[in-house]
């Protein structure tokens, strides 16, 4: 019988994706993952490479990127479909970029 040892295994180190513009639009993020998918991301890993794609079926009413783009839509005014397949941080920043406002609460 074999018996392994420490030098025997390779073990490699888990490498989780940076979380910084998670952290520089945290509000935002918040507001669109609870919205959209119903997860708080203060209780989920959300990183800065995390897409929409990484959600699709969590709710009944997202099974489809194009559920999430009539979602997007109705919720914020907004398309998204040219950034679709972009990382969700990247697809805030256009938001914001292109309204502005699609994060404030109305008055």
Do not use: W
């Not at 994706?17 to 935002?28: F, L, M, W």
């Not at 489809?64 to 697809?91: A, E, F, G, H, Q």
């Amino acid at each position: 019988m074999k018996y392994l040892t420490k030098n025997t295994l390779k073990v490699k180190k888990i490498k989780f994706a940076p979380t910084t513009k998670v952290a520089k639009y945290h509000n935002e993020m918040q507001d669109f993952v609870r919205n959209l998918f119903g997860y708080d991301i203060d209780t989920i890993f959300v990183s800065n490479e995390s897409s929409l794609y990484d959600f699709l079926g969590v709710a009944d009413d997202v099974k489809t990127i194009t559920d999430i783009l009539k979602k997007v839509n109705k919720l914020y005014r907004i398309n998204i479909s040219s950034v679709k397949n972009k990382p969700i941080v990247d697809i805030i920043e256009f938001m914001m970029k292109n309204n502005c406002f699609c994060f404030k609460p109305p008055f």
